[in-house]
């Protein structure tokens, strides 16, 4: 079954530092997100992208945060200097069509702690 | 700005019993709203939706009542079983965007 998978699972990073969390959503997908959750509690938007462009963002995702679909198969999500309170589960989804049609298919996750 | 809200927070319920979760929201943009169910290091994964021009729709013993008027929506799962143990998000999309409520951690005893 067809699956969006993420990587890395855990990366751990120096305050300041650049983080680039990876994902490769399901072949046939067009639409394109990233969430995160802290520890476990609710499940944030950051951004959807449809057709090489953002197509909305949160208040959350202010200019440290950046998406980039460098290829036909890669979805990236770039923080550029990375807070303390960046330490999250990030989490990338995809869907065939736009989020109030169906189904949006989420990786497993990755795992960022920032010391 | 919470855009949708979700109560109860945690929810423990006997094995058979009746797990009842409710959601609200605001914004009229919304026309879809689906629930998604999260196990421990997993990722959400879809269980139900529904649209605006119904009031109810069951899937086995899965069911979602919705009010328009209201904003409201709920999810009832029927014979409430130890595997359904996991974290319930409701979820209100538009054409752009999908937004989670707060989540509801339902523990189901034996």
């Known amino acids: 079954e067809p699956e969006v998978t993420q990587t890395p699972s855990h990366q751990v990073t120096q305050m300041g530092q650049e983080v680039i969390l990876r994902c490769v959503p399901i072949s046939n997908h067009l639409y394109f997100y990233w969430y995160r959750q802290i520890l476990g509690q609710k499940v944030e938007f950051l951004v959807s992208f449809y057709n090489n462009e953002i197509s909305e963002k949160s208040e959350i995702f202010d200019d440290q945060f950046s998406v980039e679909r460098p290829d036909g198969s890669n979805f990236t999500l770039k923080i550029r200097s990375t807070k303390l309170e960046d330490s999250a589960m990030y989490f990338c989804a995809s869907s065939v069509e736009s989020p109030n049609t169906g189904e949006l298919f989420f990786g497993e996750g990755s795992r960022l702690t920032v010391l | 700005q919470q855009q949708v809200k979700q109560s109860p927070q945690s929810l423990i319920v006997q094995k058979g019993g009746i797990s009842i979760i409710n959601c609200a929201y605001e914004?009229?943009?919304?026309?879809?709203f689906p629930w998604y169910q999260q196990f421990p290091g997993k990722g959400p994964a879809l269980l139900i939706a529904i649209r605006p021009d119904v009031s109810e729709k069951k899937e086995g013993r899965f069911t979602i009542s919705f009010n328009k008027s209201a904003k409201q929506f709920s999810l009832h799962i029927m014979d409430s079983q130890p595997g359904d143990s996991a974290t319930y998000f409701c979820?209100?999309?538009?054409?752009?965007?999908?937004?989670f409520g707060a989540g509801t951690r339902l523990t189901v005893k034996p």
């Open positions: 979820a209100a999309s538009s054409r752009n965007d999908m937004r």
């Open positions: 914004n009229t943009a919304f026309d879809y």
